[in-house]
């Protein structure tokens, strides 16, 4: 039987973090839809157009990895896809707490969904979407922590902060 698994979040933008999570999900299960939260309450820094875009250019080295969208329940969106398994990364001690609370919520709402973690790599357990913008916003750069698609979108979004 194939197991399909979700990895969901709102990749603003994806970082080398997230992609280090979904290459070692890519090995565990025979399919990895990477999809992104179409959020009406929240206004992204980029819209989840150019957040897919950027996700399935950094991801394509990735055969069994699909990059899509969406709303509404989680829970729900999983078992449209057929799958079983949502996939999320732990960075820190710091991301237990949501986490956990998040996977106990998608398990009282669906008990056939399992919440499968990854841990991340040390050297990307300081990286961060927001973090990456806040730093790119202000001049720093991230080169190191984002792929060079991601690099050129943010050079283009916060062209004029840069010195
Ligand atoms: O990358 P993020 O922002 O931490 O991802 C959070 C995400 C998208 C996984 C979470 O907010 C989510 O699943 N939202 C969809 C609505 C939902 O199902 N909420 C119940 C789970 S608490």
């Given at each position: 039987?194939?197991?399909k698994a979700v990895y969901p979040g709102s990749?603003?933008?994806i970082t080398n973090g997230h992609i280090y999570i979904a290459e070692r999900a890519a090995k565990i299960f025979d399919e990895v839809i990477v999809s992104i939260l179409i959020n009406e309450r929240k206004q992204g820094a980029f819209t989840v157009e150019e957040r897919c875009e950027m996700a399935r250019e950094s991801l394509a080295h990735i055969k069994n990895i699909k990059v899509d969208s969406f709303n509404g329940l989680?829970?729900?969106y999983v078992k449209?896809?057929?799958a079983g398994v949502i996939i999320r990364g732990l960075r820190a001690m710091s991301d237990f707490e949501y986490e956990f609370q998040m996977a106990l919520m998608n398990r009282?709402?669906?008990t056939d969904i399992e919440t499968f973690f990854i841990v991340t790599d040390p050297k990307y357990s300081y990286v961060s979407s927001s973090s990456v913008r806040e730093i790119f916003h202000?001049?720093?750069t991230v080169k190191d922590v984002?792929?060079?698609t991601v690099?050129?979108?943010l050079r283009e979004r916060y062209s004029a902060c840069i010195k």
């Amino acid at each position: 039987m194939k197991i399909k698994a979700v990895y969901p979040g709102s990749f603003d933008p994806i970082t080398n973090g997230h992609i280090y999570i979904a290459e070692r999900a890519a090995k565990i299960f025979d399919e990895v839809i990477v999809s992104i939260l179409i959020n009406e309450r929240k206004q992204g820094a980029f819209t989840v157009e150019e957040r897919c875009e950027m996700a399935r250019e950094s991801l394509a080295h990735i055969k069994n990895i699909k990059v899509d969208s969406f709303n509404g329940l989680l829970v729900d969106y999983v078992k449209q896809c057929n799958a079983g398994v949502i996939i999320r990364g732990l960075r820190a001690m710091s991301d237990f707490e949501y986490e956990f609370q998040m996977a106990l919520m998608n398990r009282q709402l669906a008990t056939d969904i399992e919440t499968f973690f990854i841990v991340t790599d040390p050297k990307y357990s300081y990286v961060s979407s927001s973090s990456v913008r806040e730093i790119f916003h202000f001049g720093g750069t991230v080169k190191d922590v984002v792929p060079e698609t991601v690099f050129e979108k943010l050079r283009e979004r916060y062209s004029a902060c840069i010195k």
